[in-house]
């Protein structure tokens, strides 16, 4: 492709993008296409001979968006927001563009080095100590095993990555059942396992862990040998928001030695309203966090902000330099594939300075409250509707809730139709979750362009599915 013709496509693709988000409200959240009816359009084979621009771009508007599920839409609803701004966009272009390996400073200075100033604004705004050093990730999953692998390392006095961990003590780390199935995943790739993964149990409107609960834990497996290892907290958890109160469970933690990390993926980038900091109140005494620019703060997929307390022991966990990644005569680098697990590193840093520039704290702070806002008045609405009744305590923008129409049918089936019905509808894209075995149906507001109105067509299709199927 020549100079002209990358231009006149790259063109094409921004007037796709702009036309793209212009007419979101027009199209259903979820992708109405049945299983296997994309891959049917396609051919079985590869092309042997080039095929023109233009083809390719039909098929792609044909074929590929009508099969998309619209994570940008105002009434998506569903999981965690994934919101990808315009300003986010247009860095991702510039990146793309230059197509960089910023594995090493030396590989790419700049993305080095904004990476480190991008990081600690981002710590300023959300109100972490100046202690906390930052590195982006490209999830919180990988952050979290990051995180794991250092807790087991610093269990075993740095010894496990050189002898692995045959005919060792079983290592023990502590979670509440209300954390992300990231948290079991990092303990079977950690080595650790899932059976050394104990589930203390929770307490209160929040869903936190019981702090004599986990005193308990430690106390069980100490007695049997075990050797604790870490904790992790959730600051809104998945299923229902829950918040794990940090102060006392991470002084628990530390009396006994255990590395504390706490998932903050949705609700870290809301610290950046102080209002809402008494959440994670005490967090700033954990030793790893990680909060995910990508979901809330508009920043796109993927970028994930993890903050460390002690990078030393962090670096010697997962740092590792074979000849041909040293940078000789510069010692006082910073060099960011040695803080995660994979090597290359694509250039994320870029699109959320864009971001914290384009939009100011300001901006996404109103943002954010809108957000919390109109998702706490929903709540109360429709609490106060005949049947209908919150299955958990609203956290900033989440809340779930059930429906009983009263004529003693089974519920979870109920709720699940009427959960198919809301989404096959196109209007609204919901999600359910499990609260106490039971099935709840989960509402969080968090796309960039929601309005106040979009909320409410909400309500009017929750109640109105309810009425039409009870």
């Known amino acids: 492709m020549d100079g002209e013709t990358f231009r006149h496509w790259a063109h094409e693709a921004a007037t796709f993008a702009a036309d793209y988000r212009e007419t979101l409200r027009d199209q259903p959240v979820r992708a109405r296409t049945k299983p296997g009816e994309i891959a049917a359009q396609l051919p079985e084979s590869p092309p042997e001979e080039a095929e023109p621009m233009a083809a390719l771009f039909e098929d792609f508007r044909r074929i590929i968006v009508p099969g998309m599920t619209h994570w940008q839409h105002p009434r998506f609803f569903a999981y965690f927001p994934a919101n990808a701004s315009p300003a986010s966009v247009i860095a991702e272009m510039l990146s793309s563009a230059m197509g960089a390996q910023c594995l090493l400073w030396q590989t790419s200075p700049a993305a080095t080095e904004l990476e480190g100033v991008a990081l600690d604004w981002l710590r300023q705004a959300v109100g972490l100590p100046a202690d906390f050093t930052g590195v982006i990730q490209d999830s919180a999953s990988s952050a979290t095993l990051c995180a794991f692998l250092t807790m087991r390392e610093r269990a075993l006095g740095f010894t496990g990555n050189a002898t692995g961990l045959s005919g060792r003590e079983r290592l023990r780390v502590y979670a509440s059942a209300e954390v992300h199935t990231s948290i079991d995943r990092a303990a079977w790739v950690s080595g650790i396992g899932h059976d050394n993964l104990i589930r203390v149990r929770t307490t209160g409107p929040l869903r936190g862990m019981d702090p004599a609960g986990l005193e308990a834990a430690i106390a069980a ?96 966990t997962l740092s590792i330099q074979p000849e041909y990644l040293k940078t000789h005569g510069h010692d006082d680098i910073t060099n960011y594939s040695e803080w995660t697990v994979q090597l290359g590193r694509r250039f994320r840093a870029l699109k959320l300075w864009f971001v914290l520039r384009a939009h100011g704290l300001n901006g996404l702070r109103e943002m954010m409250r809108n957000h919390v806002r109109w998702s706490q008045a929903l709540a109360a609405r429709i609490a106060a509707e005949p049947g209908f009744a919150l299955a958990s305590t609203p956290v900033l923008s989440l809340f779930t809730f059930r429906h009983d129409p009263g004529d003693g049918r089974d519920l979870d089936a109920h709720m699940l139709a009427m959960l198919t019905a809301i989404n096959d509808g196109g209007d609204l894209y919901l999600t359910p979750t499990r609260i106490d075995g039971h099935l709840a149906i989960r509402f969080q507001a968090g796309a960039m362009e929601t309005t106040e109105g979009d909320v409410d067509a909400a309500f009017q299709i929750i109640r109105d599915t309810a009425r039409a199927l009870s």
């Open 221 to 316: 497996d100490l007695a049997a040998g075990h050797r604790p290892a870490g904790l992790v907290l959730c600051v809104g958890g998945t299923g229902t928001g829950a918040i794990d109160t940090a102060p006392e469970l991470i002084r628990i933690a530390h009396r006994h030695g255990l590395f504390v990390h706490v998932d903050a993926a949705w609700a870290g980038t809301a610290m950046i309203c102080p209002e809402f900091r008494d959440l994670w109140a005490g967090v700033e005494a954990a030793d790893s966090i990680v909060l995910n620019p990508h979901k809330w703060l508009g920043v796109q997929f993927d970028c994930s902000a993890h903050y460390l307390r002690s990078v030393d022991d962090h670096l010697r």
